[in-house]
């Protein structure tokens, strides 16, 4: 058997129960999931890491020299 979700209008509520017992099928009500609202997102910089250190200006050359150990 399969499960579906539908939203049903108020109205055809009643038509669709008797529908769904007439083919067989069982009814059950799910409570309805709260959605959170998504913040306005700032425009954060690259260079914010995790939020301790905003001004690091991060060199990609030098990193990477330093983690190989090569001058």
């Known amino acids: ?3 579906m979700i539908i939203r049903v209008p108020d109205d055809y509520v009643s038509f669709v ?3 769904i017992e007439r083919i067989g099928g069982d009814l059950g009500e799910k409570k309805e999931r709260k959605v959170a609202k998504s ?3 700032k425009q954060i ?3 914010y890491l995790f939020g301790k250190w ?3 200006h991060i060199d990609a050359k030098k990193l ?3 983690a190989w150990g090569r001058s």
Request: aromatic share 6%; no cysteine.
């Open 39 to 41: 913040k306005e997102s």
């Open 45 to 47: 910089s690259p260079t």
């Open 64 to 66: 990477r020299e330093e």
């Open 17 to 19: 129960e008797e529908f």
């Open 1 to 3: 058997m399969k499960e």
């Open 54 to 56: 905003k001004n690091v």
